[in-house]
């Protein structure tokens, strides 16, 4: 039996996504250099594959420009990151944000800016629920 697909890019084309979030539009050649930086060695051939798969998935636009194809992002990042987190959320946590946020603080290194950060956008909700 065939496996199903997912809802939610993969881990490398999420990896893509992000050098295209960054930067767009940009080359297959382009894309795999951004790959290789970030320690993800592939083939010309293996990424054209995947960007190719990506369009196929309407995550990527391909665009003719000259003798060369350039690729742009269909999708938002804010909007994958949510999508992926609100299914982590349902299916890890039984949909508590509360659980999510205290196992994050359990287990993460939480800097003291980070905690700041943390705490302003608590006092703003308090303020928007309180209204």
């Known amino acids: 039996m065939a496996r199903q697909g997912s809802e939610h890019p993969?881990?490398?084309e999420l990896a893509i996504l992000k050098s295209l979030w960054q930067k767009a539009p940009q080359t297959v050649e382009t894309v795999r250099e951004a790959l290789a930086a970030a320690?993800?060695?592939l083939t010309y051939s293996s990424v054209i594959t995947m960007m190719n798969i990506m369009v196929r998935?309407?995550?990527?636009?391909r665009i003719k420009r000259g003798r060369a194809f350039e690729y742009e992002p269909l999708v938002e990042g804010q909007a994958v990151s949510r999508?992926?987190?609100?299914d982590l959320v349902n299916r890890v946590f039984d949909g508590s944000a509360t659980a999510v946020l205290l196992e994050l603080l359990e287990t993460s290194d939480v800097g003291p800016d980070e905690l700041v950060e943390i705490?302003?956008?608590?006092?703003?909700?308090?303020?928007?629920?309180?209204?």
């Open 57 to 61: 998935k309407k995550y990527l636009q």
């Open 119 to 131: 705490r302003r956008l608590i006092n703003r909700k308090v303020r928007e629920r309180g209204k």
């Open 39 to 41: 320690g993800r060695q």
């Open 83 to 86: 999508r992926m987190l609100n």
């Open 10 to 12: 993969t881990e490398l």
